[in-house]
């Protein structure tokens, strides 16, 4: 599904070039879950932000889906990350003014779904993570681990062939991190592709596939088998 | 994107910072509610100069005869019968000249104000009422025969004989050194009637009327005319009454081209009367017009503060699908609707305000539906204009740039 060859990243600050990915290859298929790993400045975010379509990279190939993306316009782009991706953030980035329904239903207000069918996927995405008694809520009268589970639902309602979230539990306790953790395995289980960034081993140990990155290089791609948490007791 | 989505999320970060969008739109507000203001308010003063100058005469021509030697002979009684024996519109002609001075009886005499001319002086004059309290006018029998016969108005029978029913009295008129003895025909309304005891009467001088032939036959130097008033039945009639009148005296004076007549009437007055007035309606609006330029860069300022803060905003939503004319459109109906609710916000100060400051000046402002009109596009013209370069700086951020900003 994602196929990327040789990419390589470079940012020019005044006369200093850092090559933060360098010649990167991977693949990833339907139904993974994918944890990037590495040293802070290894280049995680870097990868993520060009495999979100996010950013732009200086050489090699991204194929999404088939699709080469290198050769795609502003708009273009902006339609597949609606359509294909959904982000989680770890800063959450939610919509102050608008409530926890109105926050889930935006992606698909730009991918033009009617009303009725928006707030229906809205309301279902939303029960998916637990929080179908929130919907008329401000964003700041929920905490921390609310929040991002509003985040999730809003990635994950316009059905994307893949979630990517990067540090999603960086700015969470560690309660509500298994919370989140347990979602993710949940909506993996369900056929969601997921691609998380983390520093922590605590947390990848839960993913199917751990990639090592250090100085904008893979070092080590493992496969794991994912230490299953409980089912989530109702609230 | 739907308009509805823009619309509410326009609204709300409107209205998330309640006192900051009133600031701003606070040039906006001060801009048209002036520019209403001052065009209501001088529409009201043009219609009311309008009236007044109606009223005055927009069926009445004053024709003129250029007459640098003082000849006299260019306009004469003969020309004002065959002027209203061949032209069917004409209702009323006759000089309105007056002279200054003495009126007497035998026991009194007084300043006096002496009008003449021919028996449709009595429509066309302003000095006197037509109102007649007793006999009756000089009429075209008296003119042609130059009959020695006066009117005066109740003021002047009052002040000359002490009543008023002074039909048959004899009255002794000097003006320019000559002494005429008339007799009275008829008695018009005082003037002053309604100014009783107000101030002292005994200095206005008296209103006396008389037959223009009258008075050429006993002062020869006051036979002439250079001037007459031409009463037509409607407005429309003016302009080729008019060019027929000044046509017709060129014929008989033998002046064909040469200038000699004129014919003005008060609508062209009131056009250049009106013109000044809104040449000075437009100067004050086109100042009010730089308060709306302040307010329009007011709005320019604070969607720029608003862009940078809502730079991570703006990347989340660029990540979750939303297009760089998505975001423009987001962006642009925000100061579009700011500068609108703005301009309703003047609109209804401005209308509040032309109906103080017109009722302060006794006048009626009027409110165009060009003027709400022009209000509504001002607006919107402000919010496009001064909006559009936010949005765009909003709209061309790369989503990750957008997304890093702190
Ligand atoms: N916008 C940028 N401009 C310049 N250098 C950058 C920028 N973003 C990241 N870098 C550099 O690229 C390298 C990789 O950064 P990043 O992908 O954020 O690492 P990680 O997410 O693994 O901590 C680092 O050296 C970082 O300083
Ligand atoms: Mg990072």
Same mark, same amino acid.
């Given at each position: 599904m994602i196929e990327i060859t040789d990419i390589e990243k470079i940012y020019k600050m005044g006369g200093e070039t850092v090559k933060?990915?360098?010649k990167v290859s991977l693949s990833i298929q339907e139904g993974e879950y994918t944890s990037i790993m590495g040293p802070? #400045?290894? !280049?995680k975010s870097t990868l993520m932000n060009i495999l979100g379509l996010l950013d732009r990279f200086d050489s090699g190939r991204y194929m999404l889906n088939g699709t080469d993306?290198?050769?795609?316009s502003d708009s273009e782009l902006a339609k597949i990350r609606n359509k294909e991706i959904g982000f989680v953030f770890q800063s959450f980035n939610l919509m102050a003014r608008m409530n926890v329904l109105e926050n889930v239903m935006l992606p698909l207000v730009y991918g033009k779904v009617p009303y009725k069918e928006r707030r229906e996927r809205a309301i279902e995405a939303l029960e998916k993570v #637990?929080? !179908?008694?929130?919907?008329?809520?401000?964003?700041?009268?929920?905490s921390g681990g609310q929040k991002q589970r509003v985040a999730i639902a809003r990635a994950i309602v316009n059905r994307p062939s893949v979630l990517m979230a990067d540090e999603p539990t960086g700015n969470l306790d560690s309660k509500t991190t298994l919370d989140i953790m347990r979602i993710f395995q949940e909506l993996n289980s369900e056929g969601t592709t997921i691609v998380m960034v983390t520093h922590e081993p605590e947390m990848a140990k839960y993913s199917k596939r751990i990639v090592h990155f250090r100085d904008g290089v893979i070092i080590k791609d493992e496969e794991l088998t994912p230490e299953l948490l409980p089912e989530r007791e109702v609230e | 994107m739907f308009i509805k989505e823009n619309f509410k999320m326009a609204l709300d970060s409107i209205f998330a910072n309640k006192m900051r969008s009133f600031l701003t739109m606070l040039g906006i507000i001060i801009g048209i509610a002036s520019v209403i203001a001052i065009l209501a308010v001088g529409n009201g003063a043009a219609d009311e100069i309008t009236t007044t100058f109606s009223e005055l005469g927009a069926t009445t021509i004053s024709l003129n005869a250029n007459d640098p030697d003082q000849s006299g002979d260019l306009i004469t009684n003969d020309d004002l019968n065959v002027l209203k024996d061949s032209i069917e519109e004409i209702r009323y002609i006759s000089p309105n000249e007056q002279m200054n001075g003495t009126v007497s009886s035998e026991d009194e005499a007084r300043q006096t104000v002496v009008s003449y001319g021919t028996p449709d002086l009595q429509f066309v004059?302003?000095?006197?009422?037509?109102?007649?309290?007793?006999g009756r006018y000089f009429n075209q029998v008296d003119f042609d025969e130059a009959q020695d016969v006066a009117v005066i108005d109740e003021d002047g029978a009052d002040a000359l004989f002490g009543r008023v029913d002074v039909v048959g009295e004899m009255i002794r008129v000097s003006v320019a050194q000559s002494q005429m003895n008339l007799r009275i025909v008829g008695v018009v309304e005082g003037s002053f009637a309604d100014m009783q005891g107000a101030f002292d009467t005994s200095q206005i001088p008296l209103f006396v009327a008389m037959p223009h032939s009258t008075l050429s036959n006993q002062v020869?130097?006051?036979?002439?005319?250079d001037s007459v008033i031409i009463e037509v039945e409607t407005t429309e009639q003016i302009d080729p009454v008019s060019s027929q009148v000044v046509r017709l005296l060129e014929l008989r004076h033998n002046s064909v081209g040469d200038n000699v007549y004129n014919a003005t009437n008060f609508l062209q007055a009131l056009d250049q009367v009106n013109n000044v007035l809104s040449l000075f309606i437009n100067f004050i609006a086109a100042v009010a017009a730089i308060a709306l330029l302040v307010g329009g860069i007011g709005v320019m300022n604070i969607m720029l503060v608003s862009v940078t803060e809502r730079t991570r905003e703006i990347g989340t939503r660029k990540a979750l699908g939303a297009t760089t004319r998505t975001i423009l459109i987001q962006f642009l109906m925000e100061s579009i609707i700011l500068s609108l609710i703005g301009g309703m916000i003047g609109l209804t100060i401005g209308i509040i305000l032309s109906n103080i400051i017109a009722g302060a000046l006794n006048i009626v402002p009027i409110f165009t539906m060009g003027s709400v009109a022009l209000v509504l596009v001002f607006s919107t013209a402000v919010g496009v204009f001064f909006g559009i370069y936010p949005a765009r700086k909003a709209a061309n951020l790369n989503p990750i740039d957008a997304l890093r900003f702190e």
């Open positions: 933060a990915l360098n802070s #400045g290894s !280049g993306v290198s050769g795609l #637990g929080l !179908g008694d929130r919907l008329e809520h401000l964003t700041n009268e929920i | 004059s302003q000095m006197m009422s037509s109102t007649l309290v007793e020869p130097q006051l036979a002439g005319m």
